[in-house]
């Protein structure tokens, strides 16, 4: 058995999107249940087909949620009196982030046209796809371009901006071993003439690792400014999950 999610341009919301997937996965059998959570390899995997995507979505959706939600409310509010946003979305997955993004902007009173295009970047074509269709669907006013790259691929072409003030979101990319980030970097560090809002989203490792990869992100940027600073394990907080959270702002801005 699987599902198609029914991506309508309407009254959607990552809440029905999250449900479906949740009540979808609780119809499997326990094996079949078991087998999906093993080829999510802790939510690090490459996602290569529809029921890893649908399974991701149930198992790690509602703490994406959470942490997102937390995120955009640091976001500075002046971000949203400016003449529209892009957003660049450093391996966007399936589009958890865009969706969550559209509720949101809903709670704000925020139009959703107000985002003027995506760039959405992702080495896997499978989430690609998705999230193109989950996008189209939340955001139908606004253009999409896709790169099908790692981020140690992306180069200046790749990012093009259509708006003055550009939030880039980094969700669960930052804290993965296969990420790079000088590329990036090399981007962000160059682009003088933008409000760049840099957004970092993750899980907060104890390890010396994994749990400073973000911070060493964040001393490689040149010409930004650290405005919020959230790292609780899930001993430090009533939450069943932990969180870390860095948003910067660009001189400019």
């Given at each position: 058995?699987?599902?198609?999610?029914?991506i309508?341009?309407?009254?959607?919301?990552?809440?029905?999107?999250?449900q479906?997937?949740k009540?979808?996965?609780?119809?499997?059998?326990?094996?079949?249940?078991?087998?999906?959570?093993?080829?999510?390899e802790?939510?690090?995997?490459l996602?290569?087909?529809?029921?890893?995507?649908?399974?991701?979505?149930?198992?790690?959706?509602?703490?994406?949620?959470?942490?997102?939600?937390?995120?955009?409310?640091?976001?500075?509010?002046?971000?949203?009196?400016?003449?529209g946003i892009?957003?660049?979305?450093?391996?966007?997955?399936?589009?958890?982030?865009?969706?969550?993004?559209?509720?949101?902007?809903?709670?704000?009173?925020?139009?959703?046209?107000?985002?003027?295009?995506f760039?959405?970047?992702?080495?896997?074509?499978?989430?690609?796809?998705?999230?193109?269709k989950?996008?189209?669907?939340?955001?139908?006013?606004s253009?999409?371009?896709?790169?099908c790259?790692?981020?140690?691929?992306?180069?200046?072409?790749?990012?093009?901006?259509?708006?003055?003030?550009?939030i880039?979101?980094?969700?669960?990319?930052?804290?993965?071993?296969?990420?790079?980030?000088?590329?990036?970097?090399?981007?962000?560090?160059?682009?003088?003439?933008?409000?760049?809002?840099?957004?970092?989203?993750?899980?907060y490792?104890?390890?010396?690792?994994?749990?400073?990869?973000m911070?060493?992100?964040?001393?490689?940027?040149?010409?930004?400014?650290?405005?919020y600073?959230?790292?609780?394990?899930?001993?430090?907080?009533?939450?069943?999950?932990?969180?870390?959270?860095?948003?910067?702002?660009?001189?400019y801005?």
């Amino acid at each position: 058995m699987n599902y198609t999610p029914n991506i309508r341009k309407s009254s959607q919301t990552f809440v029905s999107v999250l449900q479906k997937a949740k009540d979808w996965f609780a119809s499997l059998s326990k094996t079949e249940q078991q087998k999906l959570i093993d080829d999510l390899e802790h939510g690090a995997a490459l996602l290569t087909n529809t029921r890893q995507l649908n399974a991701y979505i149930a198992n790690y959706g509602e703490i994406h949620q959470a942490k997102l939600l937390h995120a955009y409310e640091k976001i500075p509010s002046k971000v949203w009196h400016e003449d529209g946003i892009t957003v660049v979305d450093y391996g966007c997955g399936q589009g958890i982030a865009e969706m969550v993004l559209s509720d949101y902007m809903a709670s704000r009173y925020i139009d959703n046209d107000y985002i003027k295009d995506f760039i959405l970047i992702e080495p896997s074509r499978q989430n690609l796809q998705r999230c193109v269709k989950y996008v189209n669907a939340f955001f139908c006013e606004s253009k999409i371009s896709v790169v099908c790259k790692k981020d140690n691929q992306l180069n200046n072409d790749d990012i093009d901006p259509k708006s003055s003030t550009v939030i880039h979101i980094f969700s669960n990319v930052i804290d993965l071993d296969d990420f790079d980030g000088d590329s990036v970097l090399s981007l962000l560090n160059e682009d003088k003439s933008r409000n760049n809002i840099i957004v970092c989203v993750s899980p907060y490792y104890q390890e010396a690792t994994r749990g400073k990869r973000m911070k060493e992100f964040g001393d490689k940027l040149q010409g930004y400014t650290l405005v919020y600073k959230l790292e609780k394990h899930t001993d430090d907080w009533d939450k069943p999950y932990s969180c870390q959270i860095y948003i910067f702002v660009s001189s400019y801005y």
